[in-house]
Protein backbone atom coordinates (compact mmCIF):
# COMPACT_ATOMS: atom_id res chain seq x y z
CA UNK A 1 0.00 0.00 0.00
CA UNK A 2 2.48 2.55 0.51
CA UNK A 3 4.29 1.81 -2.50
CA UNK A 4 0.95 2.03 -4.08
CA UNK A 5 0.56 5.73 -2.72
CA UNK A 6 3.84 6.68 -4.19
CA UNK A 7 3.31 5.72 -7.30
CA UNK A 8 0.00 8.20 -7.09
CA UNK A 9 1.91 11.04 -5.68
CA UNK A 10 4.95 11.21 -8.19
CA UNK A 11 2.04 10.30 -11.02
CA UNK A 12 0.13 13.70 -10.65
CA UNK A 13 3.00 15.45 -9.26
CA UNK A 14 4.66 14.34 -12.63
CA UNK A 15 1.62 15.70 -14.61
CA UNK A 16 1.79 18.74 -12.63
CA UNK A 17 5.09 19.06 -13.89
CA UNK A 18 5.20 17.59 -17.51
CA UNK A 19 3.70 20.59 -19.69
CA UNK A 20 1.87 19.78 -22.56
CA UNK A 21 2.35 20.25 -26.19
CA UNK A 22 -0.33 23.06 -26.32
CA UNK A 23 0.50 24.93 -23.53
CA UNK A 24 3.20 27.09 -23.59
CA UNK A 25 4.49 28.23 -19.23
CA UNK A 26 4.79 31.65 -18.78
CA UNK A 27 7.79 33.28 -17.20
CA UNK A 28 6.76 33.30 -13.44
CA UNK A 29 4.24 30.41 -12.97
CA UNK A 30 1.62 30.96 -10.65
CA UNK A 31 2.33 28.29 -7.41
CA UNK A 32 0.53 26.32 -5.68
CA UNK A 33 -1.80 27.97 -2.76
CA UNK A 34 0.00 26.59 0.79
CA UNK A 35 -3.67 25.98 1.98
CA UNK A 36 -5.74 23.58 -0.44
CA UNK A 37 -8.88 24.40 1.24
CA UNK A 38 -8.67 28.26 1.51
CA UNK A 39 -7.63 28.38 -2.49
CA UNK A 40 -9.81 30.30 -4.91
CA UNK A 41 -11.89 28.19 -7.55
CA UNK A 42 -10.86 29.10 -10.94
CA UNK A 43 -12.72 31.41 -12.71
CA UNK A 44 -14.80 30.27 -15.75
CA UNK A 45 -14.73 31.73 -18.89
CA UNK A 46 -18.29 32.88 -20.87
CA UNK A 47 -19.43 31.12 -24.26
CA UNK A 48 -18.08 33.64 -27.12
CA UNK A 49 -21.49 33.68 -28.87
CA UNK A 50 -22.39 35.29 -25.47
CA UNK A 51 -19.59 37.71 -25.14
CA UNK A 52 -20.00 39.01 -28.67
CA UNK A 53 -23.59 40.10 -27.98
CA UNK A 54 -22.71 41.95 -24.76
CA UNK A 55 -20.13 44.03 -27.03
CA UNK A 56 -22.59 44.51 -29.93
CA UNK A 57 -25.62 45.60 -27.20
CA UNK A 58 -23.05 47.92 -26.15
CA UNK A 59 -22.07 49.36 -29.33
CA UNK A 60 -25.74 50.06 -30.17
CA UNK A 61 -26.20 51.73 -26.64
CA UNK A 62 -23.25 54.11 -27.70
CA UNK A 63 -24.48 54.96 -31.08
CA UNK A 64 -28.08 55.60 -30.20
CA UNK A 65 -26.51 58.08 -27.43
CA UNK A 66 -23.93 59.32 -29.70
CA UNK A 67 -26.95 59.56 -32.52
CA UNK A 68 -29.73 61.09 -29.93
CA UNK A 69 -27.02 63.54 -29.29
CA UNK A 70 -26.42 64.76 -32.66
CA UNK A 71 -29.65 64.35 -33.55
CA UNK A 72 -30.90 66.48 -30.67
CA UNK A 73 -28.29 69.76 -31.33
CA UNK A 74 -29.14 69.81 -34.86
CA UNK A 75 -33.34 69.89 -34.19
CA UNK A 76 -31.99 72.72 -31.75
CA UNK A 77 -30.31 74.50 -34.49
CA UNK A 78 -33.15 74.27 -36.45
CA UNK A 79 -35.62 75.66 -33.58
CA UNK A 80 -33.59 78.81 -33.01
CA UNK A 81 -33.32 79.27 -36.48
CA UNK A 82 -36.97 78.87 -37.36
CA UNK A 83 -37.66 81.00 -34.03
CA UNK A 84 -35.49 83.89 -35.47
CA UNK A 85 -36.78 83.79 -38.63
CA UNK A 86 -40.51 83.85 -37.25
CA UNK A 87 -39.27 87.01 -35.02
CA UNK A 88 -39.48 88.90 -37.91
CA UNK A 89 -41.89 90.93 -38.33
CA UNK A 90 -44.23 91.55 -41.31
CA UNK A 91 -45.02 94.92 -42.45
CA UNK A 92 -47.73 96.56 -44.95
CA UNK A 93 -45.90 99.36 -47.16
CA UNK A 94 -47.06 101.64 -49.92
CA UNK A 95 -45.27 103.59 -52.31
CA UNK A 96 -46.19 107.45 -51.98
CA UNK A 97 -48.29 108.83 -55.04
CA UNK A 98 -47.82 112.09 -56.93
CA UNK A 99 -50.47 114.67 -55.96
CA UNK A 100 -52.66 116.23 -58.57
CA UNK A 101 -53.36 119.29 -59.79
CA UNK A 102 -56.11 120.14 -57.15
CA UNK A 103 -56.18 119.23 -53.46
CA UNK A 104 -58.84 118.62 -51.27
CA UNK A 105 -58.93 118.85 -47.32
CA UNK A 106 -61.13 116.92 -44.68
CA UNK A 107 -61.36 118.91 -41.03
CA UNK A 108 -63.31 118.13 -38.46
CA UNK A 109 -65.96 120.70 -37.27
CA UNK A 110 -69.30 120.70 -35.16
CA UNK A 111 -72.97 121.89 -36.52
CA UNK A 112 -74.36 124.51 -34.48
CA UNK A 113 -78.06 126.13 -34.51
CA UNK A 114 -77.89 129.57 -36.81
CA UNK A 115 -79.49 131.13 -33.20
CA UNK A 116 -79.58 129.23 -30.05
CA UNK A 117 -80.77 130.94 -27.09
CA UNK A 118 -82.23 130.34 -23.53
CA UNK A 119 -85.17 131.63 -22.65
CA UNK A 120 -85.57 133.64 -19.09
CA UNK A 121 -87.88 135.01 -16.89
CA UNK A 122 -87.99 138.73 -16.41
CA UNK A 123 -89.97 138.64 -13.69
CA UNK A 124 -90.43 136.69 -10.68
CA UNK A 125 -93.13 134.51 -9.58
CA UNK A 126 -94.58 131.04 -9.51
CA UNK A 127 -94.90 129.03 -13.20
CA UNK A 128 -98.83 128.89 -13.62
CA UNK A 129 -98.92 127.06 -16.92
CA UNK A 130 -96.34 125.94 -20.10
CA UNK A 131 -97.68 125.18 -23.81
CA UNK A 132 -94.64 124.34 -25.31
CA UNK A 133 -92.18 121.02 -24.80
CA UNK A 134 -89.00 119.45 -26.30
CA UNK A 135 -88.55 118.87 -29.98
CA UNK A 136 -91.97 121.03 -30.54
CA UNK A 137 -91.59 123.73 -33.27
CA UNK A 138 -92.57 126.90 -32.69
CA UNK A 139 -93.06 130.29 -34.20
CA UNK A 140 -92.09 133.81 -33.59
CA UNK A 141 -94.15 135.64 -30.82
CA UNK A 142 -95.81 132.04 -30.15
CA UNK A 143 -96.88 132.04 -25.99
CA UNK A 144 -95.07 129.53 -24.19
CA UNK A 145 -95.66 130.07 -20.33
CA UNK A 146 -97.59 132.13 -18.02
CA UNK A 147 -96.09 132.82 -14.77
CA UNK A 148 -98.20 134.02 -11.55
CA UNK A 149 -96.42 137.45 -10.23
CA UNK A 150 -99.33 138.41 -7.33
CA UNK A 151 -96.60 140.84 -5.85
CA UNK A 152 -95.85 143.22 -8.78
CA UNK A 153 -99.52 142.64 -9.23
CA UNK A 154 -100.30 144.70 -5.83
CA UNK A 155 -96.72 147.12 -6.62
CA UNK A 156 -98.35 148.09 -10.19
CA UNK A 157 -102.06 149.04 -8.30
CA UNK A 158 -99.98 150.75 -5.62
CA UNK A 159 -98.12 152.83 -8.23
CA UNK A 160 -101.29 153.65 -10.28
CA UNK A 161 -102.81 155.01 -7.13
CA UNK A 162 -99.88 157.24 -6.32
CA UNK A 163 -100.12 158.71 -10.01
CA UNK A 164 -103.67 159.71 -8.98
CA UNK A 165 -102.77 161.15 -5.98
CA UNK A 166 -99.80 163.30 -7.65
CA UNK A 167 -101.92 164.52 -10.78
CA UNK A 168 -104.57 165.68 -8.03
CA UNK A 169 -101.62 167.74 -6.10
CA UNK A 170 -100.31 168.85 -9.73
CA UNK A 171 -103.72 170.35 -10.74
CA UNK A 172 -104.04 171.89 -7.33
CA UNK A 173 -100.92 173.66 -7.89
CA UNK A 174 -101.17 174.35 -11.09
CA UNK A 175 -104.32 176.03 -9.85
CA UNK A 176 -102.99 178.25 -7.26
CA UNK A 177 -99.96 179.26 -10.04
CA UNK A 178 -102.43 180.34 -12.29
CA UNK A 179 -104.35 182.60 -9.61
CA UNK A 180 -100.86 184.05 -8.36
CA UNK A 181 -99.96 184.73 -11.85
CA UNK A 182 -103.28 186.98 -12.40
CA UNK A 183 -102.93 188.36 -9.09
CA UNK A 184 -99.64 189.34 -9.79
CA UNK A 185 -100.89 191.45 -12.38
CA UNK A 186 -103.07 193.41 -10.62
CA UNK A 187 -100.70 193.78 -7.83
CA UNK A 188 -102.38 191.99 -5.38
CA UNK A 189 -99.81 189.45 -4.57
CA UNK A 190 -95.76 189.69 -3.94
CA UNK A 191 -93.28 188.54 -6.46
CA UNK A 192 -92.36 185.82 -3.92
CA UNK A 193 -95.60 184.44 -3.45
CA UNK A 194 -96.62 184.13 -6.82
CA UNK A 195 -92.53 182.79 -7.48
CA UNK A 196 -93.76 180.20 -4.77
CA UNK A 197 -96.24 179.25 -6.31
CA UNK A 198 -95.71 179.03 -9.88
CA UNK A 199 -92.47 176.48 -8.35
CA UNK A 200 -94.53 174.39 -6.67
CA UNK A 201 -96.69 173.39 -9.48
CA UNK A 202 -93.59 172.54 -11.59
CA UNK A 203 -92.36 170.09 -8.55
CA UNK A 204 -96.03 168.75 -8.27
CA UNK A 205 -95.61 168.16 -12.64
CA UNK A 206 -92.19 166.23 -12.03
CA UNK A 207 -94.21 164.31 -9.37
CA UNK A 208 -96.29 163.17 -11.67
CA UNK A 209 -93.84 162.20 -14.17
CA UNK A 210 -92.34 160.25 -11.59
CA UNK A 211 -95.05 158.13 -10.62
CA UNK A 212 -95.86 157.84 -14.62
CA UNK A 213 -92.99 156.11 -14.68
CA UNK A 214 -92.81 153.79 -12.11
CA UNK A 215 -96.77 152.55 -13.63
CA UNK A 216 -94.75 152.13 -16.93
CA UNK A 217 -91.94 149.85 -15.39
CA UNK A 218 -94.04 147.70 -13.46
CA UNK A 219 -96.71 147.33 -16.26
CA UNK A 220 -94.03 146.36 -18.43
CA UNK A 221 -92.70 143.68 -15.75
CA UNK A 222 -96.11 142.73 -15.72
CA UNK A 223 -96.48 141.85 -19.18
CA UNK A 224 -93.40 139.48 -18.48
CA UNK A 225 -95.42 137.30 -17.00
CA UNK A 226 -96.06 135.67 -20.42
CA UNK A 227 -93.10 134.37 -22.27
CA UNK A 228 -93.06 134.27 -25.94
CA UNK A 229 -90.94 132.85 -28.51
CA UNK A 230 -88.48 135.42 -29.79
CA UNK A 231 -88.19 133.68 -33.29
CA UNK A 232 -89.03 130.65 -35.03
CA UNK A 233 -87.13 127.20 -34.46
CA UNK A 234 -87.25 124.49 -31.91
CA UNK A 235 -87.39 123.98 -28.62
CA UNK A 236 -84.66 122.01 -27.13
CA UNK A 237 -84.89 122.05 -23.58
CA UNK A 238 -87.62 122.61 -21.28
CA UNK A 239 -86.22 123.03 -17.61
CA UNK A 240 -89.49 124.13 -15.72
CA UNK A 241 -92.90 122.88 -14.80
CA UNK A 242 -96.02 123.87 -13.04
CA UNK A 243 -95.46 125.89 -9.76
CA UNK A 244 -91.79 126.34 -9.75
CA UNK A 245 -90.79 129.74 -8.29
CA UNK A 246 -89.76 131.62 -10.70
CA UNK A 247 -86.69 134.23 -10.32
CA UNK A 248 -85.75 137.56 -12.60
CA UNK A 249 -82.77 137.72 -14.82
CA UNK A 250 -80.27 135.01 -15.46
CA UNK A 251 -77.90 132.47 -13.93
CA UNK A 252 -74.99 134.25 -12.18
CA UNK A 253 -72.85 133.76 -9.08
CA UNK A 254 -75.23 136.18 -7.17
CA UNK A 255 -78.42 135.08 -8.77
CA UNK A 256 -80.31 131.48 -8.93
CA UNK A 257 -82.45 132.32 -11.57
CA UNK A 258 -82.65 128.96 -14.13
CA UNK A 259 -83.20 128.78 -17.64
CA UNK A 260 -87.08 127.94 -18.26
CA UNK A 261 -86.41 127.14 -21.74
CA UNK A 262 -84.06 126.85 -24.73
CA UNK A 263 -84.58 127.09 -28.51
CA UNK A 264 -82.59 126.67 -31.60
CA UNK A 265 -83.07 128.03 -35.02
CA UNK A 266 -82.22 124.46 -37.03
CA UNK A 267 -83.49 125.78 -40.65
CA UNK A 268 -79.63 126.79 -41.15
CA UNK A 269 -76.77 125.89 -39.23
CA UNK A 270 -73.29 127.11 -38.63
CA UNK A 271 -70.28 124.74 -38.76
CA UNK A 272 -67.01 126.55 -37.69
CA UNK A 273 -63.70 124.43 -38.74
CA UNK A 274 -60.49 125.30 -37.51
CA UNK A 275 -58.37 125.82 -40.74
CA UNK A 276 -54.46 125.15 -39.85
CA UNK A 277 -52.24 127.94 -40.74
CA UNK A 278 -50.71 126.81 -44.03
CA UNK A 279 -54.18 126.28 -45.95
CA UNK A 280 -55.04 130.05 -44.04
CA UNK A 281 -54.27 131.84 -47.66
CA UNK A 282 -56.56 129.41 -49.68
CA UNK A 283 -59.51 129.83 -47.97
CA UNK A 284 -62.16 132.92 -49.06
CA UNK A 285 -65.29 134.10 -48.04
CA UNK A 286 -67.92 132.46 -50.90
CA UNK A 287 -66.44 129.92 -51.04
CA UNK A 288 -67.95 126.26 -51.59
CA UNK A 289 -67.50 123.45 -49.08
CA UNK A 290 -68.77 120.45 -48.52
CA UNK A 291 -70.10 117.87 -45.50
CA UNK A 292 -70.14 114.63 -44.76
CA UNK A 293 -71.58 112.92 -41.97
CA UNK A 294 -71.02 109.05 -41.21
CA UNK A 295 -74.90 108.62 -40.69
CA UNK A 296 -75.37 109.82 -44.32
CA UNK A 297 -72.50 108.11 -45.60
CA UNK A 298 -73.36 108.24 -49.09
CA UNK A 299 -75.04 112.19 -48.81
CA UNK A 300 -73.04 115.31 -49.45
CA UNK A 301 -74.63 118.64 -48.10
CA UNK A 302 -73.25 122.02 -49.49
CA UNK A 303 -72.17 124.71 -47.65
CA UNK A 304 -70.66 128.52 -48.19
CA UNK A 305 -68.04 130.22 -46.44
CA UNK A 306 -69.45 132.99 -45.07
CA UNK A 307 -66.82 134.52 -42.96
CA UNK A 308 -63.70 133.87 -41.02
CA UNK A 309 -61.75 135.18 -37.94
CA UNK A 310 -59.37 137.52 -40.01
CA UNK A 311 -56.79 136.08 -37.35
CA UNK A 312 -54.47 133.40 -36.92
CA UNK A 313 -54.64 131.55 -33.02
CA UNK A 314 -51.96 131.86 -31.40
CA UNK A 315 -52.41 128.71 -29.33
CA UNK A 316 -53.92 126.46 -32.14
CA UNK A 317 -52.50 128.45 -34.83
CA UNK A 318 -55.80 128.07 -37.10
CA UNK A 319 -57.86 130.05 -38.41
CA UNK A 320 -61.33 130.27 -37.34
CA UNK A 321 -63.94 129.56 -40.12
CA UNK A 322 -67.87 129.45 -39.98
CA UNK A 323 -69.77 127.74 -43.01
CA UNK A 324 -73.43 127.82 -43.49
CA UNK A 325 -75.21 124.86 -44.31
CA UNK A 326 -79.19 125.18 -45.65
CA UNK A 327 -81.07 122.64 -43.33
CA UNK A 328 -84.49 123.04 -44.14
CA UNK A 329 -84.78 119.41 -44.37
CA UNK A 330 -84.16 119.41 -41.01
CA UNK A 331 -81.37 116.10 -41.39
CA UNK A 332 -78.53 117.91 -39.72
CA UNK A 333 -78.77 118.30 -36.52
CA UNK A 334 -77.14 120.98 -33.62
CA UNK A 335 -74.43 119.42 -32.08
CA UNK A 336 -72.95 116.86 -34.88
CA UNK A 337 -69.83 115.86 -35.64
CA UNK A 338 -68.57 116.62 -39.21
CA UNK A 339 -65.84 116.43 -41.44
CA UNK A 340 -65.87 119.62 -44.10
CA UNK A 341 -64.06 119.38 -47.39
CA UNK A 342 -62.22 122.50 -48.81
CA UNK A 343 -60.94 122.50 -51.93
CA UNK A 344 -57.21 123.77 -51.96
CA UNK A 345 -55.41 124.70 -55.14
CA UNK A 346 -51.57 122.65 -55.40
CA UNK A 347 -48.83 124.92 -56.70
CA UNK A 348 -46.37 122.04 -57.21
CA UNK A 349 -46.97 118.06 -57.72
CA UNK A 350 -45.64 116.87 -54.33
CA UNK A 351 -45.65 112.67 -53.06
CA UNK A 352 -48.33 112.22 -51.06
CA UNK A 353 -48.48 109.10 -48.04
CA UNK A 354 -51.32 108.19 -45.59
CA UNK A 355 -50.89 110.38 -41.98
CA UNK A 356 -50.60 106.50 -40.48
CA UNK A 357 -47.04 105.76 -41.98
CA UNK A 358 -45.67 108.91 -39.71
CA UNK A 359 -43.57 108.52 -36.70
CA UNK A 360 -43.25 110.92 -34.63
CA UNK A 361 -40.01 110.93 -32.12
CA UNK A 362 -37.08 113.07 -30.74
CA UNK A 363 -35.25 112.67 -34.19
CA UNK A 364 -37.94 114.63 -35.78
CA UNK A 365 -40.74 113.59 -38.49
CA UNK A 366 -39.45 110.51 -39.85
CA UNK A 367 -41.08 107.20 -41.42
CA UNK A 368 -40.36 103.85 -42.29
CA UNK A 369 -38.70 102.80 -45.33
CA UNK A 370 -37.72 98.82 -46.30
CA UNK A 371 -34.64 98.99 -48.26
CA UNK A 372 -32.76 95.17 -48.69
CA UNK A 373 -34.80 93.53 -46.51
CA UNK A 374 -34.19 96.15 -43.72
CA UNK A 375 -36.00 99.63 -42.42
CA UNK A 376 -34.45 102.43 -42.58
CA UNK A 377 -35.98 105.39 -40.57
CA UNK A 378 -35.55 108.66 -43.19
CA UNK A 379 -36.63 112.01 -41.98
CA UNK A 380 -39.11 114.16 -44.23
CA UNK A 381 -40.55 117.58 -44.41
CA UNK A 382 -44.36 118.05 -44.36
CA UNK A 383 -45.79 120.30 -47.08
CA UNK A 384 -49.22 120.06 -46.27
CA UNK A 385 -51.28 118.16 -43.96
CA UNK A 386 -54.98 116.84 -45.70
CA UNK A 387 -56.21 115.11 -43.10
CA UNK A 388 -55.98 111.22 -44.34
CA UNK A 389 -52.49 112.32 -45.96
CA UNK A 390 -49.87 114.50 -46.19
CA UNK A 391 -47.75 115.76 -48.77
CA UNK A 392 -43.88 115.15 -48.70
CA UNK A 393 -41.62 118.44 -50.01
CA UNK A 394 -38.24 116.02 -49.37
CA UNK A 395 -36.90 113.22 -48.39
CA UNK A 396 -38.65 110.41 -50.24
CA UNK A 397 -39.16 109.42 -53.59
CA UNK A 398 -41.90 107.30 -55.65
CA UNK A 399 -40.30 103.95 -55.73
CA UNK A 400 -39.20 104.02 -52.20
CA UNK A 401 -41.74 101.52 -49.93
CA UNK A 402 -43.21 103.29 -47.26
CA UNK A 403 -44.17 101.27 -43.82
CA UNK A 404 -47.97 101.88 -43.06
CA UNK A 405 -48.50 101.87 -39.03
CA UNK A 406 -44.98 101.37 -38.05
CA UNK A 407 -44.74 100.19 -34.50
CA UNK A 408 -43.28 102.38 -31.69
CA UNK A 409 -40.29 99.50 -31.22
CA UNK A 410 -39.36 100.05 -35.39
CA UNK A 411 -35.52 99.90 -35.10
CA UNK A 412 -32.89 100.98 -37.89
CA UNK A 413 -31.45 98.34 -39.86
CA UNK A 414 -34.27 96.07 -38.06
CA UNK A 415 -34.86 93.22 -40.79
CA UNK A 416 -38.18 92.67 -41.83
CA UNK A 417 -41.23 90.74 -43.92
CA UNK A 418 -43.33 92.49 -46.77
CA UNK A 419 -46.92 91.72 -47.00
CA UNK A 420 -47.50 89.36 -50.09
CA UNK A 421 -50.22 92.16 -51.34
CA UNK A 422 -48.80 95.94 -51.05
CA UNK A 423 -51.36 98.41 -49.65
CA UNK A 424 -53.19 100.44 -51.86
CA UNK A 425 -52.85 104.17 -51.54
CA UNK A 426 -56.72 105.24 -51.61
Known sequence: MPIHNTDVNTDINTDMTTPSADYAPSEHPISPHPDPTRALPSPQRLPGGVLIALIVIALLLVAGIVYRFIGGAADERHLAKQTKLDAIPTVDVVSPVVSGATSEIALPGNTQAFDDTPIYARTSGYLKQWFVDI??????????????????????????????????????????????TNLLKLNSVSQQETDVAV????????????????????SQ??????????????????????????????ATTTNTAKELFHIASVNQLRVFVAVPEVYAPDIHN?????????????????????????SI??????????????????????????????????QSRELSIPSDALIFRAQGLQVGVVRNGHVHLQSITIGKDNGKTVEVATGLSVNDKVILS?????????????????????
Do not use: C, W
Request: no cysteine; aromatic share 6%; hydrophobic share 40%.
Open 406 to 426: PSDSLAEGQPVNIASQPAVMQ
Open 313 to 346: DPSSRTLNVEVDVNNHDAKLLPGAYVFVHFKIPV
Open 135 to 180: GQHVTKGELMATIETPELDEQLQVAQADLKSAQADLNLAKTTSDRY
Open 286 to 310: GDTATLTLDEYPDQIFTGIVTRNSG
Open 221 to 250: LQSFEKIYAPYSGIVTQRNTDIGDLINAGS
Open 199 to 218: SGAAAKRAAVEAAEANVRRL
